[in-house]
């Protein structure tokens, strides 16, 4: 039997990207393989939008050169962000690579698949289901960016924001219930904007409220969001809408007024803030993360302490911190100068992970005692893990096959990441 083999990097886009690519290999026939080593196409989906993450890609990509060697029949596909419309340089670079396309660009492995089998499966097109038996999926509902932050390189590489039609959504998502599937995360680089290019509608409020109805469907959520976006319309959905998990996911990547306008992320500090209060009293309890960028050109001790004071305000279940790298094409790498140190970056997403590690530890201590509801993803150490509601990884003990329910567990202890109980 053929087989594929797909290395992911980078954000939950990435991921349903590679859930499409694999649904569509095997459709075509193609069954997962282990390694890279017994695959008869390896796809690397990259992500670029950090400097460390490129490095890792690079890093892989030139292993696989002695692979191509010594088994020639083998096909190397990259796509993800490190490919644009420009390939050359890529191609110049890696030349053991056969294929490369661009992200959600899937004529290039169609075509491969095509003349490979002479096979029409692949031509069928439309919405993707991903492999049955998973209990929580991810679906693309707007694809692309329009918003040019001015360290991103998302938008040169996945081009204008582009919604799906809400059939499309629908009957994808039904076809996952079908396959078992109770909980999905609905993806977008401002997800907020679902809907805003389709001259009917409707807008995310209104796909939760139609998901919110579908039967079998236990879960919903959805990201990324951007501050400018999140309308009172869609934190009502939030508050209202009984399968709607409370877990927002708000990127804020700056608490200094001076570096926001640099990054040209269209906001205050204070509007941030007032922006979370009213999500608290419309959604108590609400779990939210945040996004930060330290190290941004400029950004002096003074700029970076006004960060560290609004984590420590706001208190956030979850902070993803990233040191600054200047990313080809961007705003930020072709007018502003890479000023922070190596070493004062460093220093600041230390200080910043340590202060974080504790809130997350004292938020997660307060829900020792107390009851939460965990949809059940799989078996580890011999232990069901889950999460809740509000995102928080769940571990406790059980014997008969929980995977997929929903189970009341009483959480006896915590720790920053995750949190154990018994089920009652
Ligand atoms: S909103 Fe900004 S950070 Fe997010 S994908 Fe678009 S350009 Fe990048």
Redesign the pocket.
């Known amino acids: 039997m053929s087989g594929y083999y797909i290395w992911t990097i980078g954000c939950q886009m990435n991921k349903a990207d590679s859930e499409h690519m694999a649904c569509t290999l095997e459709r075509a026939g193609y069954s997962p393989a282990p390694q890279a080593e017994q695959a008869d196409i390896v796809v690397l989906n990259s992500c670029v939008v950090r400097g460390s993450a490129e490095t890792r890609v690079v890093n892989r990509l030139n292993s696989l050169k002695g692979l191509k060697k010594k088994c020639p029949a083998v096909t190397i596909a990259l796509t993800g962000c490190m490919v644009d419309s420009r390939v050359d340089d890529l191609r110049r670079r890696f030349p053991w690579v056969d294929i490369f396309f661009q992200p959600q660009q899937w004529q290039g492995l169609e075509d491969w698949i095509s003349e490979r089998e002479s096979s029409d499966s692949a031509q069928r097109g439309g919405a993707a289901t991903p492999p049955g038996g998973t209990v929580a999926a991810f679906v693309p509902v707007i694809h692309g ?5 001015a ?5 040169y590489r ?1 081009g204008r924001a582009r919604s799906r039609p809400l059939t499309e959504i629908c009957s994808e998502v039904e076809a996952l219930v079908e396959r078992g599937v109770k909980e999905v995360t609905l993806l977008g ?2 997800v907020d904007l679902y809907g805003n290019d389709l001259p009917s509608g409707p807008d995310l409020a209104g796909l939760l409220a139609e998901l919110n109805r579908m039967a079998g469907l236990e879960r919903i959520r959805f990201l ?1 969001n ?1 501050p400018n976006h999140m309308s009172p319309r869609l934190i009502g959905a939030v508050a209202d809408l009984d399968k709607v998990c409370e877990h927002i996911s708000l ?1 804020v ?1 700056a608490g200094d007024d001076a570096i926001l306008s640099l990054m040209r ?1 269209g906001y205050t500090a204070d509007q941030y803030r007032r922006l979370v209060t009213d999500i608290r009293r419309r959604v108590p309890g609400i779990c939210l993360s945040t996004d930060v960028i330290v190290g941004f050109p400029g950004e002096t001790e003074e700029q970076f302490a006004r960060t560290a004071n609004l984590l420590s305000e706001l208190r956030f279940d979850k902070v993803h911190i990233a040191a600054y790298s200047p990313r080809p094409d961007t705003i930020a790498s072709r007018k502003m100068e890479d000023d922070v140190s190596r070493e004062q970056k460093e220093s600041r997403r230390g200080r910043l992970e340590a202060m974080q590690l504790r809130i997350a530890g004292e938020i997660n201590a307060g829900l020792v005692y107390g009851k939460v509801e965990v949809l059940v993803e799989g078996l580890k150490g011999g232990r069901w893990w889950g999460r809740t509601r509000g995102d928080k990884l769940v571990f406790f003990p059980g014997n008969p096959d929980l995977v997929g329910r929903l189970v009341p567990v009483r959480v006896d202890k915590s720790s920053p990441v995750a949190l154990q109980g018994m089920p009652v």
Request: charged share 15%; proline share 11%; glycine share 0%.
């Open positions: 960016c329009d918003n040019f932050c360290y991103c390189v998302v938008p996945r680089q401002i990324t951007h990127p990547q992320r």
